[in-house]
Nanobody, 123 residues
Framework: QVQLVESGGGSVQAGGSLRLSCTASGYILGRSCMGWVRQAPGKGREVVAI???????NYASSVEGRFTVSQDTAENTLALQMNSLKPEDTAIYFCAAGWYVFCTWHVPDFRYWGQGTQVNVSS
């Protein structure tokens, strides 16, 4: 059974930083695209960061230059370092594993999902 478990969410003031972690069990990181997806209140899910099985990364324009995604295949963990946080970053953040080796920005292309961790950024 595949499980993705996120941690590290919380409340922070604008300009602050948080580091999210995702621990995988029953699934080997690096087998497919991995991503971080967020859902703000009243909005749909948005892919914000992706990392391929070879470690190549890409970011949504809304977080480019502020967020960094990384994976540790030895520890089977995925991380998202979030700096210079803004109130509009407030959302539930999900760790997700894709169906494919290649990455896309389409939410349906992610097969396995964690339960999410809440991030609140106050102004």
């Amino acid at each position: 059974q595949v499980q993705l478990v996120e941690s590290g969410g919380g409340s922070v003031q604008a300009g602050g930083s948080l580091r999210l972690s995702c621990t995988a069990s029953g699934y080997i990181l690096g087998r497919s695209c991995m991503g971080w997806v967020r859902q703000a209140p009243g909005k749909g899910r948005e892919v914000v960061a992706i990392i391929t099985n070879s470690g190549a990364t890409n970011y949504a324009s809304s977080v480019e230059g502020r967020f960094t995604v990384s994976q540790d295949t030895a520890e089977n963990t995925l991380a998202l370092q979030m700096n210079s946080l803004k109130p509009e970053d407030t959302a539930i953040y999900f760790c997700a594993a894709g169906w494919y080796v290649f990455c896309t920005w389409h939410v349906p292309d992610f097969r396995y999902w964690g339960q999410g961790t809440q991030v609140n950024v106050s102004s």
